[in-house]
Nanobody
């Protein structure tokens, strides 16, 4: 099973930017989707952004559209989440994940990285 390692979290003031990175231990593992999720204290985990390998349109959570953007390195081994104009409500633990199968079932997860945005 692929291992995913996130980095890039930290503390910033509102309006600031961060770039999260998720590096996989191996590529070409058959993943059909790669994405970022987040979970704030007392709240359910939510999907932030996902890219699909089958041509399906990428997903971006409505509340972060225009502020967050996904990208990958040329080898598609590292997935980035570029976060700008951060808000306190963006504070959460951010997880990257890979999914498999035609229905994109996420079952490979990173350990998470904390993002804290102060007002």
């Amino acid at each position: 099973q692929v291992e995913l390692v996130e980095s890039g979290g930290g503390s910033v003031q509102a309006g600031g930017s961060l770039r999260l990175s998720c590096t996989a231990s191996k590529n070409n593992d058959g993943a059909t989707c790669k994405g970022w999720f987040r979970q704030a204290p007392g709240k359910a985990r939510e999907m932030v952004a996902t890219v699909y390998t089958n041509g399906r349109m990428p997903f971006v959570l409505g509340s972060v559209q225009g502020r967050f953007e996904l990208s990958q390195d040329s080898a598609e081994n590292t997935l980035y989440l570029h976060m700008t104009h951060l808000k306190p409500e963006d504070s959460a633990v951010y997880y990257c994940a890979r999914g498999y199968g035609s229905n994109c079932v996420f079952n490979s997860w990173g350990q998470g990285t904390q993002v804290t945005v102060s007002s």
